[in-house]
């Protein structure tokens, strides 16, 4: 070990010691109830053997769902031997759902669709199912709590039949996650913009009702992938909360250098497989690795990444493990990709950011990297605390101090939270309806002026916009503009106003007063004369009206 590796390692066991985990104490919870009602299902044999095995449930009904595979008659009769007491349903499953204490079973019976639970047991709903057949019940890639799918000759299949008994009675888990629809991009006014948590939950658990993304927070299992895909902030991760969570890798990597420690780079792992992989890798690791443990690798996005970066860490590295669902290790690599292309862009190395399994982690890593920085910033945490104000105020830090000269923009892969908004001004007539859907007030309205405003820093390319505009004359485009241009609101489309024929009052931009006289000129409603009412502003619009309405009343029945 060279001076410079022990030295290393001394800082970082200092800075361990020194800074405490930011571990939730009490976080909220949601309670589960169970009683005992268990379904089983898969072939006859098994299922009945199942069975025979689980004297301590409230209530078992066999559902059979496929035929029995072993012909043995000497199995057989065992078979029906282990629960010979207990009626055997053949049905198909039309419909499932829930979660450990309530789940409802939907089946065919009597040509009609009826629960299972009530048919079998007069109840709502089962406590727990066992599944023994070779599909799986749910097409979730994680399935809810109190559902176990397994093989017959699994090895874990005696453990798992002798532990169902455990789940009686009261359980909790955390609340993962806490949800800001004010600032959710997800739907407005009847148009859908944004749907990435939808599109990444490996549980189901997310569902769009009323134009709201909600989460049921019994089906969730904290994955963490909808947090780090939402590009507002609008859902965020609570185990720890990421003020928390940043304001704890700044204090690690400040007590780090503050001992004398170099090059810092930080590791993060989940709290149980990526856990008893760091234990048994850790002596093979270098000594400047410091490990911060997350409840899942997911729960950490870009705007903690690039924080941690802009706060002196050398790299940063994700680890990856068996465990990890594939969904979030998509949308890892997703997002680890598009930080690259940052990270590149400003000249930065793109291996400074890596997701990485265990034997990459020993094999294949980097060797020690300059520091970003001579100077740890002031705490982001002091000027940000939402996502989207964390990951720009990081960013600036890293535009500040790039090693090369910057473009203008960076281009960004299509789909990217970033971007500008692009209007054709030969169609567009300023009716604002994209002011009116937009969720982070990147486009606003000139205020007295008939004008659009863009400020590009808080666009996160929902397609709201695009979607509501009656003129199709918006477009989208991905990219990170470099300048503090970005912050301001910058005017993209502007028309003069049209002035009032009877008063002179400003009351419309001139090309939408246009649009609507060549819409409407062959309206019943507004021939002759009456189309001049276009013109008019909504004050001397009802006195014309009104004064015709007196002068001709015969006109009071065509209304």
């Known amino acids: 070990m060279t001076n410079e590796q022990s030295l290393n390692n001394l800082a970082r066991q200092a800075a361990q010691a020194k800074v405490t985990p930011p571990h939730n104490l009490a976080p909220a919870t949601v309670t589960f109830s169970t009683q005992g009602h268990l379904l089983i299902t898969g072939s006859e044999d098994m299922i009945r053997l199942a069975a025979g095995q689980l004297n301590e449930m409230a209530s078992i009904t066999l559902l059979s769902t496929e035929a029995i595979r072993n012909t043995d008659s000497a199995h057989i009769e065992q078979a029906l031997q282990a629960a010979a007491e207990l009626p055997v349903y053949q049905t198909k499953i039309e419909a499932i759902k829930g979660f450990l204490g309530q789940f409802q079973v939907t089946v065919q019976h009597e040509e009609q669709s009826i629960e299972l639970a009530k048919l079998t047991q007069k ?41 169902l008994p455990d789940y009686i009675g009261e359980f909790e888990k955390p609340r993962y996650f806490q949800v800001n629809n004010d600032i959710c991009a997800h739907s407005n006014r009847g148009q859908t913009g944004c749907t990435r948590c939808l599109d990444v939950c490996p549980a189901d658990a997310i569902s769009s009702i009323k134009d709201l993304i909600n989460i049921d927070p019994y089906l969730c299992h904290g994955a963490g992938g909808c947090s780090t895909a939402c590009p507002t902030g609008a859902i965020s991760y609570t185990l720890p909360k990421p003020v928390r969570l940043l304001d704890y890798m700044q204090k690690l990597l400040h007590a780090y250098k503050e001992a004398d420690g170099t090059q810092p780079a930080l590791l993060f792992h989940d709290h149980e497989q990526g856990q008893q992989l760091l234990t048994q890798l850790l002596p093979q690791l270098p000594d400047n ?271």
């Open 123 to 163: 109840r709502a709903s089962f406590d727990l199912i066992l599944n023994l057949g070779e599909n799986s019940l749910f097409s979730t890639e994680l399935a809810p709590a109190g559902y176990f799918h397994l093989a017959p000759d699994a090895d874990n299949f005696s453990d798992v039949i002798s532990q």
């Open 289 to 559: 690795l410091i490990p911060i443990e997350l409840e899942e690798i997911s729960a950490a996005g870009q705007e903690l990444w690039l924080a941690a970066l802009a706060a002196g860490a050398t790299q940063i590295l994700l680890l990856d493990t068996p465990a990890v669902p594939e969904s979030m290790r998509t949308l890892l690599k997703r997002e680890v990709k598009l930080t690259q292309t940052m990270l590149s862009g400003l000249g930065y190395n793109e291996s400074q950011l890596q997701f990485i399994g265990a034997e990459e982690l020993t094999t294949d890593i980097a060797a020690p990297l300059t520091s970003l920085f001579t100077v740890i910033p002031d705490p982001l945490t002091s000027v940000a605390e939402n996502k989207r104000d964390v990951l720009f105020v990081a960013l600036d830090h890293l535009i500040k101090h790039a090693p090369q000269p910057l473009p203008e923009h960076l281009t960004l892969p299509a789909g990217s939270p970033f971007g500008q908004v692009s209007i054709n001004a030969s169609s567009c007539t300023l009716c604002l309806s994209c002011v009116a859907v937009c969720p982070t007030q990147a486009l606003t309205s000139g205020g007295e002026k008939p004008a659009l405003n863009f400020t590009e820093q808080n666009c996160v390319q929902c397609n709201l916009c695009e979607r509501a505009c009656p003129e199709n004359a918006i477009q989208l485009e991905s990219r990170l503009l470099l300048s503090d241009t970005r912050k301001q609101p910058i005017e993209i489309h502007a028309d003069v106003a049209f002035e009032c024929i009877t008063c002179s009052k400003p009351f419309a931009p001139r090309r939408t007063v246009e649009k609507m006289l060549d819409k409407l000129s062959e309206h019943r409603m507004f021939q002759g004369e009456a189309l001049n009412r276009l013109k008019m502003c909504e004050d001397c619009r009802v006195k014309d009206i009104f004064v015709d309405l007196t002068q001709n009343p015969e006109k009071q029945l065509e209304l």
